[in-house]
Each structure stands twice: as structure tokens, then as C-alpha cells.
């Protein structure tokens, strides 16, 4: 199943704004959110338990 981006997608100035909010977002819905800046994917933020968990499946 693919996670639909398009609805976790925020501007990059909202992660300097207040990254506390989006740490806590993905921490609590174990989704990566996609930053885009100026209208261009540049990063995803994931919980680091989640990135592990990934590695440890691949």
C-alpha cells in the first residue's frame, strides 16, 4: 500500500516555524511528511522509530 503524500505535504517554512508540531505529528501518526519548497519536494521527515523499523525490514 502506498502512502498518499498529497495529504501530509507542508511547506519547508513550516518546519522552521514550529518543528516541535511536525515532530510530533510523525510521531504520532507514523507517516513521513513530505517538505516541498517552492513548489518542489525537498525532504522527508520520519520518526526515527519508523525509519529503523524500515531498515530492519529491508
Known sequence: MRTPFAE????????????SQLVK????????VPLI???????????VTDYEAGLAVA
Open 8 to 19: 501530509d505535504v507542508i511547506p519547508f517554512t513550516n518546519l522552521k516555524v514550529n518543528p
Open 37 to 47: 519548497r517552492r513548489g518542489r519536494g525537498v525532504a522527508v521527515v520520519q520518526s
Open 25 to 32: 505529528r510523525v510521531t504520532e501518526s507514523h507517516r513521513p
